[in-house]
């Protein structure tokens, strides 16, 4: 993409806006600012990190109801557009409640994304990662040189339960 047809994250509210998109109500859910309850269901997880990526500018997508959906595909794509200061981001995360288990379509998807897909984010988040998903989210934070392509340790870890 030339640099004149990029757009800044005004253009992005703006085209969105003017498509007349709508917020998901799950987005008004406010994330709390520190730790979050261990056994949180895995919707509050959801709506919760929705709210705080809308509050960080990124806009995302989650499948509802992925019956009829590719088996394993993360439940979350976060993307957030490049901005004077900071380059855009493009996130796929797989989200799990404390006690639930990563299926063998979904490490096949978080693997894939993970060592094919040059400057993908790819996580897999629970509720005890709760700072660690803040920190990634806030404007500030960009992947350590070398790191566009990231994965938590619980997937690795994860993968041997399988």
């Known amino acids: 993409m030339r640099q004149q047809d990029r757009w800044t994250e005004a253009d992005a509210i703006a085209h969105a806006q003017h498509h007349g998109l709508a917020l998901d109500p799950a987005l008004t859910v406010r994330p709390p600012t520190s730790g979050m309850d261990p056994e949180t269901p895995e919707g509050v997880l ?18 509802h109801d992925s019956r009829k959906s590719e088996v394993g595909f993360p439940d979350l794509l976060l993307a957030k557009p490049e901005t004077l200061t900071s380059a855009g981001r493009i996130l796929f995360v797989e989200l799990k409640s404390s006690q639930g288990k990563v299926t063998r379509e979904q490490h096949l998807w978080l693997d894939i994304l993970t060592h094919t897909v040059p ?12 700072p660690t998903i803040q920190q990634i989210l806030q404007a500030s934070y960009s992947p350590a040189p070398g790191q566009e392509q990231a994965s ?8 041997e339960e399988v």
């Open 152 to 159: 938590t340790t619980t997937a690795a870890q994860e993968q």
């Open 46 to 63: 959801l709506a919760r990190i929705r709210r705080l990526a809308t509050d960080n500018g990124y806009i995302s997508y989650h499948t």
């Open 119 to 130: 400057g993908v984010e790819v996580y897999l988040w629970r509720p005890r990662d709760w």
